[in-house]
């Protein structure tokens, strides 16, 4: 997210609180916000994707016996050290991907699509309270 007027380096929530906006009727003028989905089985790096990945060639009945296992035993699906430290790494990654955008943005004035893209659609929505109270 990101909000025009906002220095780089700030942060629009000490801009814009939410008794700004909500009791003092002094909202952002545009709210700028990217929405990117991740195929959570093909994408996102964790322990389960990996395992179904391996798990390919089994059986239905196979699959079967290894749900009841970990049924039985929830600590076989404890991430370990090595999943929590590589869906950290991507987690970052992706943080990083942003901050590099928002820099990007900025650096074109602050105004339109965080991204640009041949892909990248871009959607207004206009919202408008209809006064102090419109919240309610």
């Not at 987690?91 to 650096?107: C, F, G, N, V, Y």
């Amino acid at each position: 997210m990101a909000y025009p007027g906002v220095p780089r380096g700030k942060y629009g929530q000490d801009y814009y609180t939410l008794r700004s906006i909500f009791m003092d009727n002094v909202p952002p003028p545009e709210v700028i916000c990217h929405v990117r989905f991740f195929d959570v089985r093909k994408d996102i790096p964790l322990r389960a994707n990996r395992a179904r990945q391996q798990d390919v060639g089994m059986t239905t009945e196979q699959r079967r016996e290894a749900a009841k296992a970990a049924t039985k035993h929830p600590e076989l699906l404890e991430p370990s050290e090595e999943d929590k430290a590589v869906f950290n790494l991507w987690l970052r990654e992706r943080w990083m991907e942003k901050d590099a955008w928002i820099d990007e943005w900025h650096s074109r004035g602050g105004r339109g699509p965080l991204v640009r893209g041949a892909s990248i659609e871009e959607v207004v929505f206009p919202i408008q309270l209809k006064g102090a109270l419109g919240f309610l």
